[in-house]
């Protein structure tokens, strides 16, 4: 079955600065990689996914990554804020199977 | 609306009760789940409906106990749970067949006495 390592598992980066957050995979079939958020006491929400035909996708501040080749994926958080605490969970999943599979979770603390 | 409800969002109970976890949708979803996490863990699948029918089932122990009674709603039945059930307990939907966004609700934070 699938597999995704997440690294690093803390990141602390003073604010302004960016942070990369990197997952690998480990089953070639899967094609969609979402990232999620979970501020404490919250709910996972989703910030950006990224589909296997795609090499990389931005949203304002935050860019995902793919390598299809190396089966990783990473998380750029560029300019970072105080809200930008939390913890971060790469996954990845496939069209034809309702699981996808968490990553361990990365919890970045941001330093004023 | 794109949210996922569910109730209670806080639950404390003994090993011997009964209780149910609600969780609702209306966004049209034919896939949803149910997951436990733990305090600085990721979640942990539980089970997933797939037009209403029970399609995943990780090994989860006899003491929990789904249900789909409709499109929009699933239930989870807890019975003569153990304190290590304790967790928060996350209700997801999404459209069915894999490789979609699943939509989390707040989650019902569980505490087995």
């Known amino acids: 079955g699938e597999n995704v390592e997440q690294h690093p598992s803390t990141l602390s980066v003073q604010e302004g600065d960016s942070a990369v957050i990197k997952c690998t995979y480990s089953?070639?079939?899967?094609?969609?990689f979402p990232w999620y958020k979970q501020e404490l006491g919250k709910r996972p929400q989703l910030i950006i996914d990224?589909?296997?035909?795609?090499g990389e996708k931005k949203d304002q501040r935050i860019a995902v990554t793919l390598n299809k080749t190396a089966k990783h994926f990473s998380l750029h958080i560029t300019e970072t804020q105080p809200e930008d605490s939390a913890v971060y969970f790469c996954?990845?999943?496939?069209?034809?199977?309702?699981?996808?599979?968490f990553g361990k979770g990365t919890r970045l603390h941001i330093l004023p | 609306d794109t949210e996922v409800t569910q109730t209670p969002k806080h639950l404390v109970m003994g090993m011997t009760n009964k209780k149910s976890l609600k969780c609702e949708q209306h966004?049209?979803?034919?896939?949803m789940y149910w997951y436990k996490q733990k305090a600085k863990k990721p979640p942990e699948l539980m089970f997933v409906?797939?037009?209403?029918?029970?399609?995943i089932n990780e090994s989860v122990p006899s003491r929990f106990s789904p249900e789909c009674p409709n499109s929009s709603l699933l239930n989870l039945h807890l019975h003569a749970l153990q304190p290590e059930d304790s967790a928060l307990y996350l209700c997801?939907?999404?459209?069915?067949?894999?490789?979609?966004?699943?939509?989390f609700g707040p989650g019902t934070r569980l505490t087995v006495t």
């Open positions: 997801a939907s999404s459209p069915p067949g894999g490789g979609y966004e699943q939509y």
């Open positions: 089953d070639s079939a899967s094609n969609y």
């Open positions: 990224i589909r296997s035909n795609v």
């Open positions: 996954a990845a999943s496939y069209q034809g199977d309702d699981k996808i599979i």
């Open positions: 966004m049209g979803h034919r896939a």
């Open positions: 409906y797939s037009y209403e029918k029970l399609s």
